[in-house]
């Protein structure tokens, strides 16, 4: 089993959808949980951390639920510059481990 | 200015060979990486240095060995490069604590043929 597994992907939505990805990992010792956001051939950036209250950051909304080791991401009227792979990520033991991605592609 | 830098941008090279990889952070940081990410775009850590120290050595063959030669530089070296080493290598930094995510390098491309 992956330490960190998300939805397969890929998702195609039109402009102003409103999207959801989801997130599991296996190691309930995980301390510190994160989106990353990778375009096509660059590098990974920090989209936002996420926390157990649950956390938003303009279109984005992060949540945490540590008892089923469950992640997720949400987008409200999704844009065109939104099209990337986002990664989910724990940080165990001081190191950040990323599930396999999911990539959408927001469409006009 | 850049933050963590990383070079070559693009390495191709012939199987057998022996090539080096540089980081440089100016961040600050204390702890910097080196991740692997697959043709499959898996993101796999490699290494861990903290302040010029090894922590992290994941099941890595010891054809690749890192140096640390100062807190604010990671390189990677790679001997005898063969066609599965062939992947894009990203070097990240960050600060102590479990709290904060890394920041990376804009990756190198390594094509071994």
């Known amino acids: 089993r992956k330490e960190v597994e998300q939805d397969p992907g890929p998702f195609n939505v039109p402009e102003g959808a409103t999207v959801a990805f989801n997130c599991t990992y296996s190691?309930?010792?995980?301390?510190?949980f994160f989106w990353y956001r990778q375009d096509c051939r660059k590098e990974p950036k920090l989209l936002m951390s996420?926390?157990?209250s649950g956390n938003e950051d303009g279109r984005f909304t992060a949540q945490l639920n540590r008892a089923s080791q469950y992640i997720s991401l949400l987008i409200r009227d999704s844009k065109l510059s939104d099209s990337a792979t986002y990664l989910c990520?724990?940080?165990?033991?001081?190191?950040?481990?990323f599930g396999q991605g999911t990539e959408l592609s927001v469409k006009p | 200015d850049t933050a963590v830098s990383q070079t070559p941008k693009y390495l191709v090279t012939q199987m057998g060979n022996d090539k080096s990889i540089k980081c440089e952070q100016n961040?600050?940081?204390?702890?910097m990486y080196w991740y692997k990410q697959d043709s499959k775009k898996f993101l796999k850590i490699m290494f861990s240095?903290?302040?010029?120290?090894?922590?992290i050595n994941e099941t890595v063959p010891n054809r690749f060995s890192p140096k640390s030669p100062d807190k604010a530089h990671l390189n990677l070296h790679i001997n005898s490069l063969e066609l599965g080493d062939s992947a894009v290598y990203f070097c990240?930094?960050?600060?102590?604590?479990?709290?904060?995510?890394?920041?990376f390098g804009s990756g190198t491309r390594l094509t071994v043929v």
């Open positions: 990240a930094s960050s600060t102590p604590g479990q709290a904060f995510g890394y920041t």
């Open positions: 240095y903290n302040n010029k120290e090894l922590i």
């Open positions: 961040l600050g940081h204390d702890t």
């Open positions: 190691n309930s010792a995980s301390q510190s």
């Open positions: 996420v926390y157990s």
């Open positions: 990520v724990v940080n165990q033991g001081g190191k950040l481990i």
